[in-house]
C-alpha cells in the first residue's frame, strides 16, 4: 500500500477503533471519543474526512441493526439501511464543514459539534464527543462544559498534542477518584427484566406483580420509586383507578412510565401516582426518530406515532422539589439534558424499556451518557430500565 492511501486508511480504521472503545458503555472511557475531533482535523481531504466521520459514527452506533430487527421482529436488513441513514447527517455536516484551511478547521469542526448538539440535525446526534465532560470535569458544571467546548476546538487545532495530553491528564485524576452519582434521598430506582412484555402484558396479574415490586421497595426505605419507561403500557382510567387505589393509603409516590394514546397518535409520559391520586409527570419530548416518532404521516394526513414535545416540560415538580426527566433516546442526544439543566433541576431521573437491544450495548451506553450528564452537573441520579 503506498503512502497515499497508507494514512487515510490508517485515519479510517483509527476512527472505527475510536468508536468502538468509546462508545462501549463504560463510563470511563468517553474520553476515547475525543480522538475524534483529532482525526477529522488530520483527514487530508473532504472524502477523507467523510470516511473518518462515517467510521467513528457506524461504530459507536454498530447495536442499532440488531435492535431495529428485535423491535420489528425482522431480517437484519430494516436495521442496516436505518443505521446507515442516521449515520447520513453526521457524515454530511462533518464533510461540508471540513476544510484544507487549518487556521480555520477548529472554528468549522466547533460549528459542527454544535449544529449536532441542537435540532435539527441533533436529533440524531448520538455519540458526541462532548459527553464526556462528565468524565474529565465532574462537578464543574457550565463551565466544565465550556471548557470541553474549547477543548474540542482544540482538538481539531495545530495545538491538538498539547490540549491532549492536558486532557489525559484530567482523565487519570478522574478516573482515580470516580464516584457513581448518588440517589436523591428516599429515591429507589426499580431495573426489571420482563423483556418484550413490558407494556404489551397489561393484564390484572401484571398489574398486581409490579405493585408487590413497588412495595418491596417501599418496604427497604424508599418514599418515591422510580418503575421503567412503558411499565404500565396504556394509560387508562380503570389502570389509574387499579393504581391510585393500590396506594391511597401510603406515603409512596409511583413515578412511572406508559402511554397515552388518542386517534391521532400517541405520548410517550412518565407519570406520577400517590395518595392523592395521578398525574402527567412529564410528556416525551424527543421519541424514537423511525420506530416511533414518524412527522412524514402529517404530511400525508395520516395518523399515528408517537408526538415529540421538543423543547416542552424540560423539568418537572416532583416532591419538594424539581426533576429532569429523561426517556430512553433522550439519553443518546445532547440537547435534552442540557435544556434541562439550564433550569437547574434537583436531580435527573432516567428511565427507559431496552428489551429490543439485547445483545447489544445500547443499554449500556444510555447507562453511561446520564451518568455523565450527573457527573458534569453534581446532580443525583435515578435510574429504572427494563431489559
Not at 487515510?8 to 470511563?28: E, K, M, N
Not at 433550569?343 to 445483545?359: K, M, S, Y
Amino acid at each position: 500500500m503506498s503512502r497515499d492511501y497508507l494514512r487515510p486508511a490508517l485515519l479510517i480504521f483509527a476512527s472505527i477503533a475510536i468508536g468502538v472503545v468509546g462508545w462501549s458503555g463504560h463510563v470511563l472511557l468517553l474520553p476515547v471519543a475525543l480522538g475524534f475531533p483529532i482525526l477529522w482535523s488530520l483527514a487530508q481531504t473532504r472524502l477523507v474526512a467523510a470516511l473518518v466521520s462515517a467510521g467513528y459514527f457506524l461504530a459507536a452506533s454498530r447495536g442499532l441493526p440488531q435492535g431495529v430487527a428485535a423491535f420489528y421482529s425482522s431480517d437484519i436488513w430494516p436495521g442496516l439501511l436505518l443505521w446507515l441513514c442516521a449515520s447520513l447527517s453526521f457524515v454530511v455536516v462533518h464533510a461540508v464543514l471540513w476544510t484544507k484551511n487549518t487556521r480555520v478547521r477548529p472554528s468549522r469542526y466547533l460549528l459542527a459539534a454544535v449544529i449536532m448538539a441542537i435540532p435539527p440535525f441533533g436529533i440524531t446526534g448520538w455519540a458526541h464527543p462532548v459527553t464526556a465532560a462528565g468524565v474529565l470535569f465532574p462537578g464543574w458544571g457550565w463551565w466544565g462544559l465550556g471548557f470541553m467546548t474549547a477543548g474540542l476546538a482544540g482538538l481539531a487545532a495545530r495545538i491538538w498534542p498539547a490540549v491532549a495530553i492536558a486532557f489525559a491528564g484530567l482523565w487519570l485524576w478522574s478516573a482515580a477518584s470516580w464516584t457513581e452519582p448518588h440517589l436523591p434521598n428516599g429515591w429507589r430506582g426499580v431495573d426489571l427484566e420482563l423483556g418484550a412484555s413490558l407494556g404489551r402484558d397489561v393484564d390484572l396479574h401484571r398489574q398486581r406483580d409490579l405493585i408487590a415490586t413497588v412495595r418491596n421497595a417501599v418496604s427497604d426505605g424508599a418514599q418515591y420509586v422510580v418503575l421503567p419507561e412503558s411499565a404500565l403500557g396504556y394509560w387508562t382510567s380503570t389502570v389509574e383507578r387499579f393504581w391510585t387505589g393500590a396506594f391511597s393509603d401510603g406515603d409512596v409516590t409511583v413515578i412511572t412510565g406508559a402511554a397515552m394514546i388518542d386517534p391521532r397518535g400517541y405520548d410517550n409520559v412518565v407519570v406520577a401516582i400517590d395518595r392523592k391520586g395521578a398525574r402527567i409527570l412529564y410528556r416525551e419530548r424527543m421519541p424514537v426518530p423511525g420506530s416511533m416518532w414518524q412527522p412524514w404521516r402529517f404530511l400525508v394526513g395520516e395518523s399515528g406515532g408517537a408526538r415529540a414535545d421538543f423543547f416542552a416540560n424540560p423539568v418537572v415538580p416532583i416532591g419538594a422539589g424539581r426533576a429532569a426527566p429523561l426517556i430512553c433516546y433522550e439519553q443518546l442526544i445532547v440537547w435534552p439534558v442540557l435544556q434541562s439543566m439550564l433550569h437547574d433541576p434537583g436531580f435527573i431521573i432516567a428511565v427507559g424499556n431496552g428489551w429490543w437491544t439485547d445483545g447489544t450495548s445500547i443499554v449500556a451506553i444510555q447507562r453511561t451518557t446520564a451518568t455523565a450528564w450527573a457527573k458534569l452537573f453534581a446532580k443525583p441520579l435515578v435510574i429504572a430500565f427494563n431489559t
